[in-house]
């Protein structure tokens, strides 16, 4: 993966030059005269070297769990594999290994690594108000949104600030939706005795 | 625990929305489909720069839209239908608050964040007002981490990375070659199928094709206001002037044929006569304009638009 250190306009990608960075108002850019306003950082003028693993020269020394060539630079804190500078992943302070890693995001252990939620208390919701419209689909919205409910109310929600209302409201809907059905198919079946199963 | 401070509004869509949140060492983008959200985290010792571009000027189409929008309410006066009235008016009211809010919302622009590898778009960050707002809460908290740039360093950071002698030297920036198939040539090849949609209509009126005249007029102006805008900064002029003739052509077909509909729709004529006589729907005198006038409006205008490009191209 190569690195870059060029500023480029976001109207037409034309490297800024060093002259309109950190300006006290925004300039216009050389290749099509749009106003542009760029604030550089220092991380700019960083040049990121990773530390290479070491090699192996004995037999005898401990060398990577992933990587027999390379020599071992840290144990996992997690399993206790010994890793290389190669394998040895700085999570929130702990070095682990990628097999950990990965288990950890998978399991949603890693909140840091989280790439992507489901938001089952807005499907809940969802099945719970927007089958009503249409009145027929609400017989099978309504249970799926009571299940959503309780199977999901403890299942990891947004990594934001979110509250559980639209369980609550799903659950509200949902249980009110199934009552007047159970209560509309009882009394079509007083009311209408042709209905009622022949014993 | 709070550990997310939003740092702009959501930028909504149809099928969601994006949205940007600080954390306590990094930037978070939201992507959210209203059922998942993926989450794009930048840490702020990474980030190397922010970028903003002014947005394209809209005030000529944030102005067209409002008009629009008004004579589409006013079309609550023209209706003598109680639903038509509340229909035109309601509507037009929300197309009057949406454009008033984008024009309230202020100028449009581009915010880029650059990191060593990636150069990434924010689409949050889609106004200025925004952008000043957003510039102001996360320069700090870069800084924070990273502390200042020293001006002195800008140079040697271009020249290390061939910056300076691209953008100061004499190579002119690429061409941006403009799209093979604009509205203009959209526009001129549906006069050819709109004059025979008119020709059709006025000699098998049975064929009951010409209530689809509105829709084709409604398309024809549409997509002429889109090839005036595309078409504006071109120095040749032949096209343009062909569209605006054309505009007026079919504004007064839209009239015509908009009276005729108005006729048909609250008259009790039709009621009574049962069956529609050709001339009340499309006029002899003028089917024969719109049919004449599209098919020299259609050949002028390629011809025009393929000799522009002839001349644009060997310049």
């Known amino acids: 993966m190569t690195t870059s250190r060029t500023i480029r306009c976001g109207a037409c990608a034309w490297p800024l030059p060093p002259e309109s960075w950190n300006p006290e108002s925004a300039t216009a850019c050389p290749g099509c005269g749009t106003r542009t306003q760029v604030i550089a950082f220092p991380a700019l003028a960083r040049v990121n070297v990773g530390s290479a693993p070491e090699t192996v020269i004995e037999a005898a020394e401990a060398s990577c769990f992933y990587h027999a060539q390379n020599r071992a630079a840290s144990p996992c804190d997690e399993c206790g594999r010994f890793l290389c500078r190669l394998c040895e992943l700085d999570v929130d302070g702990r070095r682990i290994c990628p097999g950990c890693f990965s288990a950890g995001v998978r399991g949603r252990k890693i909140q840091e690594a989280d790439t992507k939620r489901t938001l089952y208390d807005s499907i809940a919701l969802a099945l719970a108000t927007l089958p009503v419209v249409l009145f027929w689909p609400a017989l099978v919205g309504a249970p799926m949104a009571l299940y959503f409910v309780i199977r999901h109310w403890n299942s990891p929600r947004s990594i934001l600030p979110r509250t559980r209302i639209r369980f609550y409201i799903a659950g509200l809907f949902a249980v009110a939706e199934i009552s007047l059905m159970v209560v509309g198919i009882v009394a079509l079946i007083r009311y209408f005795p042709s209905l009622r199963p022949q014993l | ?315």
């Open chain 2, 1 to 315: 625990m709070r550990i997310y401070e939003p740092l702009t509004g959501k930028r909504r869509s149809l099928t969601g929305f994006t949205q940007l949140w600080q954390g306590p060492d990094h930037l978070l983008l939201v992507n959210s489909s209203r059922f998942t959200e993926t989450y794009q985290r930048f840490s702020f010792a990474d980030i190397q720069a922010i970028v903003i571009t002014d947005g394209p000027d809209r005030t000529v189409p944030q102005i067209l839209a409002l008009l629009a929008s008004i004579a589409w309410g006013s079309a609550a006066f023209a209706v003598d239908l109680q639903f038509g009235k509340w229909f035109f008016a309601i509507t037009g009211l929300l197309f009057v608050a949406l454009a008033i809010r984008d024009i309230a919302r202020g100028p449009r622009c581009r915010c880029f964040l650059h990191t060593a590898v990636s150069r990434w778009p924010l689409p949050p960050v889609s106004r200025q007002r925004t952008a000043r707002k957003f510039v102001g809460a996360i320069v700090p908290a870069v800084e924070a981490v990273q502390g200042t740039l020293p001006a002195e360093q800008f140079a040697q950071i271009a020249v290390s990375d061939g910056t300076a002698s691209a953008s100061t030297g004499s190579a002119p920036p690429p061409a941006i070659s403009s799209p093979r198939l604009g509205a203009v040539h959209i526009l001129f090849g549906l006069f050819f199928l709109d004059a025979a949609l008119f020709w059709v209509a006025f000699h098998w009126p049975q064929t009951d094709i010409g209530v689809y005249l509105l829709t084709a007029l409604l398309g024809e102006l549409l997509l002429a206001v889109m090839a005036l805008f595309q078409g504006r900064a071109n120095p040749l002029r032949f096209s343009y002037v062909l569209t605006v003739l054309a505009i007026a052509g079919i504004v007064a077909d839209s009239i015509r044929t908009g009276r005729m509909m108005g006729t048909i729709f609250l008259g009790a004529a039709l009621r009574q006569m049962g069956t529609l006589p050709p001339d009340l729907l499309l006029p002899k005198n003028g089917s024969i304009f719109a049919f004449s006038w599209r098919i020299i409006a259609g050949i002028a205008g390629l011809a025009a638009v393929f000799y522009e490009r002839k001349r644009t191209s060997e310049s």
